[in-house]
């Protein structure tokens, strides 16, 4: 098998743990809200709740009110759209599901040390692939600048040689 048809299954393979999470994140959301809404829910809506009566006193401008579901919701999404985008073995994408992951792992303080363990090693394993990927591109620019040059060498050779005999040929 080639090199190129094992990176494909390589990032298949990535991008479906963090598909497959997505599910799992989406499958507890629903149920009486996710970790996020958890850990940050009651804070936010304390804060939207006195904050606007606050802020509308003092400028009159309001705050809309902010659902923490949607948060969670977004991330959730967002998870599973790098992941799908992953296979394709961009880096941009690479740097889409690091984002995503370190929200997901930082946002709600992790209670259980297994899934923060997990979540570390995925983080992990991204900013291998993105330094990875980083490498690549920079050695195969390096080789196509040698190439480059190595042509323009040849080409300044044969017009010097072709200079040195038309002046034989003049004569």
Excluded: C
Aim: proline residues 4%; glycine residues 6%.
């Amino acid at each position: 098998m080639s090199m190129p048809a094992m990176a494909f299954f390589g990032r298949m393979a990535f991008a479906f743990v963090f598909f497959i999470s997505a599910v799992q994140d989406y499958a507890d959301h629903y149920g009486d809200g996710g970790p996020i809404e958890k850990t940050i829910g009651p804070a936010v809506n304390l804060l939207t709740r006195f904050g606007s009566k606050i802020l509308t006193f003092y400028t009159g401008m309001q705050v809309v009110a902010f659902d923490v579901k949607l948060l969670e919701f977004s991330l959730i999404s967002a998870k599973a759209t790098g992941a799908l985008w992953f296979i394709f073995g961009q880096s941009i994408p690479a740097y889409f599901l690091l984002v995503t992951q370190i929200l997901s792992t930082v946002i709600p303080f992790p209670t259980n040390l297994n899934d923060f363990t997990q979540n570390l090693t995925l983080i992990g394993a991204l900013l291998y692939y993105i330094g990875l990927k980083h490498n690549i591109d920079t050695l195969y620019e390096e080789k196509k600048r040698k190439e480059e040059k190595r042509e323009e060498e040849s080409k300044r050779k044969e017009e010097k040689k072709r200079k040195e005999k038309q002046p034989e040929d003049d004569k």
